[in-house]
C-alpha cells in the first residue's frame, strides 16, 4: 500500500463528494506542530471522512486521536479509511454529536474543524479535558476569505455564519483565560493557550 496514493485518493473522494477537508497549508501546519511539540494525545472535534485524524496518527505510532462525527453517512467513511490505513489502535471514532461526547480524557491538543457556528461552545464544553500546558487549535477562521469581507457575501444564512465566525475570533481576542495567536495559513487557524 502507497500512503501517498491512499492519502490521494481520500482527497479526490473528499473533492468529489464536497467534503470540506483541511486544506494543504493548513494541514501541514497542524501536522508540523504536533511533531514539533511532541503532542501524543489528541481530540479531533469534526472528523468528517477521517483524513486529519489519519494524517495526525500516520506521524507517529504513540499518537492517540479520538475523533467526532455525528454525520453518519462521513462516520462510515471514515470507518473504511482507518482500516485501509491499519490504525484502529490509534483512532478512536465516536459516532455522535460532540454536545452528547462526555470524557474525562485529558489531552495535549484539541483540535475543532466541526460546525462553524458552534465554536464558542466547543471550545468552552472541551477545555477541561485539555491538558494544563495544552494547546487548542482552530480551523477555518478565515473561511474562504468570506471572515474579513462580510459584505460581499449575498446570502443571508453564509452571512450569519461568517457573523458567528467572527463572533468567535472575538471571544478568542477577549478571553482572558487563553491567549490565542492567529495564523493567515490555509483558511485560517487559531493556536490558544492558557495565560
Same mark, same amino acid.
Given at each position: 500500500m502507497? $500512503?501517498?496514493?491512499?492519502l /490521494?485518493k481520500? %482527497?479526490?473522494? !473528499?473533492?468529489?463528494?464536497? @467534503?470540506?477537508?483541511?486544506?494543504k &497549508?493548513?494541514? #501541514?501546519f497542524? #501536522?508540523d506542530?504536533?511533531q514539533k =511539540?511532541?503532542?501524543?494525545? *489528541?481530540?479531533?472535534?469534526?472528523?468528517?471522512?477521517?483524513?486529519?485524524a489519519?494524517?495526525? !496518527?500516520?506521524?507517529d505510532?504513540? *499518537?492517540? @486521536?479520538? #475523533? $467526532?462525527e +455525528?454525520?453518519e %453517512?462521513r462516520?462510515? &467513511? !471514515?470507518? /473504511?479509511?482507518r482500516? *485501509?490505513?491499519?490504525?484502529?489502535?490509534?483512532?478512536t471514532l465516536?459516532?455522535q454529536?460532540a454536545?452528547?461526547v %462526555?470524557?474525562?480524557?485529558q489531552f495535549?491538543? $484539541?483540535? *475543532?474543524d !466541526?460546525a462553524k457556528?458552534?465554536y @464558542?461552545?466547543?471550545f468552552e /464544553?472541551?477545555k477541561k479535558?485539555?491538558?494544563k500546558?495544552?494547546v487548542i487549535?482552530?480551523?477555518?477562521l478565515?473561511f =474562504?476569505?468570506y471572515t474579513?469581507?462580510?459584505? +460581499?457575501?449575498?446570502?443571508k444564512?453564509? +452571512?450569519?455564519? @461568517?457573523? /458567528?465566525?467572527r463572533?468567535y $475570533?472575538?471571544?478568542?481576542? &477577549?478571553n482572558?483565560?487563553? %491567549?490565542? #495567536?492567529?495564523f493567515?495559513?490555509?483558511d485560517?487557524i487559531?493556536?490558544?493557550?492558557r495565560r
Amino acid at each position: 500500500m502507497s $500512503i501517498e496514493n491512499e492519502l /490521494k485518493k481520500i %482527497e479526490e473522494y !473528499a473533492k468529489e463528494n464536497h @467534503v470540506p477537508i483541511m486544506e494543504k &497549508e493548513g494541514i #501541514t501546519f497542524l #501536522t508540523d506542530y504536533i511533531q514539533k =511539540h511532541s503532542i501524543k494525545t *489528541i481530540l479531533e472535534i469534526g472528523s468528517a471522512i477521517g483524513y486529519s485524524a489519519i494524517k495526525m !496518527a500516520l506521524l507517529d505510532p504513540e *499518537i492517540q @486521536v479520538v #475523533t $467526532i462525527e +455525528r454525520d453518519e %453517512e462521513r462516520y462510515k &467513511e !471514515a470507518l /473504511k479509511n482507518r482500516k *485501509i490505513f491499519h490504525l484502529e489502535k490509534q483512532i478512536t471514532l465516536l459516532y455522535q454529536d460532540a454536545f452528547d461526547v %462526555e470524557l474525562n480524557d485529558q489531552f495535549d491538543l $484539541i483540535f *475543532i474543524d !466541526a460546525a462553524k457556528s458552534q465554536y @464558542v461552545k466547543f471550545f468552552e /464544553k472541551f477545555k477541561k479535558n485539555l491538558k494544563k500546558d495544552g494547546v487548542i487549535i482552530s480551523d477555518n477562521l478565515n473561511f =474562504h476569505g468570506y471572515t474579513h469581507q462580510k459584505e +460581499r457575501i449575498q446570502s443571508k444564512n453564509l +452571512r450569519q455564519l @461568517v457573523g /458567528k465566525i467572527r463572533n468567535y $475570533i472575538q471571544f478568542l481576542e &477577549e478571553n482572558e483565560e487563553f %491567549e490565542t #495567536t492567529f495564523f493567515d495559513i490555509g483558511d485560517g487557524i487559531g493556536v490558544s493557550k492558557r495565560r
